[in-house]
């Protein structure tokens, strides 16, 4: 069995599920790319928690958690089977944080619109794994850390979020905020320098990491990346580029 690649995609917009954009077929060339995972160990922007959960569901549903949107979203439904092996191979993984099980949580967009491009006939079982919206950044990255050896049972784990997102300061037509590049730029240093305790905390970085994460749940995913890479897999980078000026799309390939 082939080791299995850690994956940060940035998910941006629900729209890139259903609208022509640069960045979905990007993430279907990555999966190509990569070894068919025998299943998929998901942390979503999207399922923020107190305490930490694993998604045990055997048929999880597609959650349409967004609100305003064109009504083809609504009735996209992504069907793929749940993994509640890997969801007990994760619990098992995590010593660091109590993680329990969740038999109710389906797939929200941050996964499904991510692996609706990667693996269209949704016949890769794929679980979700919570994240504690209490914990520390340095905590984020060690349950990564701890997760890693599932990459070495054929787990392949995709961690979604975004480095820059700014929601009040979505521009449409015009081209990224100097501050947005900036951090963007910053971010994609340290990781190639393996500094990951230098992105534990984004204001470290001033105004231009307070202004792309004026919240952190979308950044939390990237430590959980972090964390599952060693410090020998460099990143591949793909999909680089901004979505409504202050939505960062940058996505790496660990391993």
Not at 90 to 95: E, N
Not at 128 to 150: C, F, K, T, V
Not at 160 to 177: A, T
Request: net charge negative; with cysteine.
């Amino acid at each position: 069995m082939r080791r299995m690649p850690a994956i940060f995609i940035g998910h941006g917009s629900p729209m890139n599920a259903v609208e022509a954009n640069p960045f979905s077929p990007q993430w279907s060339e990555a999966a190509r790319e990569m070894p068919r995972p025998e299943a998929i160990l998901c942390v979503s922007a999207h399922w923020l928690t107190e305490g930490s959960f694993a998604a045990t569901a055997a048929r999880p549903e597609t959650i349409h958690d967004f609100w305003g949107f064109p009504q083809a979203l609504y009735d996209i439904t992504y069907p793929a089977p749940g993994s509640p092996e890997t969801a007990g191979a994760a619990m098992r993984a995590v010593k660091s944080a109590s993680v329990a099980p969740d038999p109710e949580w389906g797939l929200d967009h941050g996964a499904w619109c991510v692996l609706r491009a990667m693996y269209p006939e949704a016949d890769i079982p794929v679980c979700q794994l919570s994240i504690d919206m209490h914990a520390a950044p340095e905590a984020h990255h060690a349950i990564g850390r701890e997760l890693a050896p599932l990459r070495e049972e054929g787990v392949l784990i995709l961690c979604s979020g975004n480095i820059v997102h700014n929601l009040g300061m979505l521009r449409r037509s015009e081209p990224p905020h100097a501050w947005a590049v900036e951090f963007d730029e910053a971010v994609r240093d340290a990781v190639e320098r393996c500094a990951d305790e230098e992105l534990f905390d984004p204001a470290r970085f001033g105004k231009a990491g307070k202004l792309s994460v004026p919240t952190s749940e979308h950044y939390w995913p990237l430590l959980y990346a972090l964390g599952a890479a060693s410090h020998d897999e460099k990143p591949r980078w793909f999909a680089e580029g901004f979505d409504l000026s202050s939505i960062s799309m940058r996505s790496a390939v660990f391993g």
